[in-house]
């Protein structure tokens, strides 16, 4: 029986070096790129989503890059149909699909699949949130325990909106989500599928995240978020996404530059730490300890492909 396809997910978090690292694995193994970041998928926004430059896309087919107006949203659901597509298109062709990005959800969604769960219900939702002021989250949570307990040991008890949609989706369904998501699911089939995580130290990560910040208030990210507020006002989904987020409260006044500045970059270090949480819950990750631009790293990545296709031969 002939194998299945290779796909090469390159994950790790923000400043990891996820595009130098692509691009070197497209280079040698004729790969096409597709783009796992929600906000690089918007249209007319660049500064802020450290999204490859013109010259970096010039080096490889990109896939899922400004492909969804401002206003709109694109979600999970709807990202995994588009890359499922791209994906069977780039093996079609023969060559290989990297998936590169650091939306943890939306990656999930491509190759695990989602949970499509009972419609929401405010009635229900309205009653937890009042229990959950006048109790506390604890309460909550013990009644999610009760109900799912595997659910309830993988959903914080602070974490009331999470912790309110299990409860409401056990009792619609009368059964536990835990069991409901397992059945649920529509995994990505056809590939077989090799994940290469970026695992670089924290205190070089900071100082990288820390530097990129600064890059991007010195190459426009001001500018460039007036002009999409001023065109957009705040309709526009991604200036709620971190770096625009805390410029357009600078642009209200509520921050100097300086602040502004601090925020961002302690946003970005907050959202690495989440990345992380989240991807170390990925099965099957190959870890490698730096940057995707370091000759090490990428000797390896490359030493790990080959070694797939030697198998796969």
């Not at 659901?77 to 990297?98: D, H």
């Not at 229900?124 to 949570?141: C, F, N, P, S, W």
């Not at 099965?283 to 730096?290: E, K």
Request: overall charge positive; hydrophobic content about 40%.
């Amino acid at each position: 029986m002939p194998r299945d396809p290779l796909l090469v997910v390159v994950l790790g978090p923000t400043a990891s070096g996820k595009t130098a690292l692509s691009l070197e694995l497209a280079a040698r193994f004729r790969g096409e790129i597709v783009n796992c970041d929600s906000v690089a998928m918007y249209r007319e926004f660049y500064v802020g989503t450290a999204k490859p430059t013109k010259d970096e896309q010039s080096r490889a087919l990109h896939h899922l890059l400004d492909v969804v107006d401002p206003t709109s949203y694109a979600t999970a659901g709807e990202y995994s149909r588009r890359a499922r597509a791209v994906l069977q298109q780039i093996a079609t062709r023969g060559a290989l699909p990297i998936v590169v990005g650091g939306t943890g959800l939306y990656l999930r969604a491509l190759l695990e699949g989602l949970f499509h769960g009972p419609e929401r219900s405010e009635e229900v939702r309205d009653r937890l949130r009042e229990q959950a002021k006048e109790k506390g989250a604890h309460y909550l949570h013990r009644i999610l325990q009760r109900l799912d307990r595997a659910a309830a040991t993988k959903i914080h008890e602070n974490d009331i909106p999470k912790t309110i949609r299990a409860i409401e989706v056990c009792l619609s369904a009368k059964q536990p989500m835990s069991e409901q998501w397992q059945a649920g699911r529509d995994a990505l089939r056809g590939f077989e599928i090799l994940r290469i995580g970026l695992n670089p130290h924290r205190a070089e990560l900071y100082r990288r995240i820390h530097e990129r910040v600064l890059a991007m208030f010195d190459a426009g990210l001001v500018d460039e978020t007036k002009s999409l507020l001023e065109k957009y006002g705040e309709a526009a989904r991604p200036l709620a996404s971190i770096g625009y987020k805390q410029v357009v409260r600078m642009l209200k006044g509520e921050l100097d530059r300086s602040a502004a500045v601090d925020a961002v970059q302690q946003a970005h270090r907050n959202y690495a730490k989440r990345q992380m949480t989240w991807f170390r819950r990925e099965p099957d990750v190959t870890w490698i300890v730096g940057f995707g631009d370091q000759p090490s790293v990428i000797e390896q990545a490359v030493a790990a492909v080959e070694d797939r296709f030697r198998h796969a031969s």
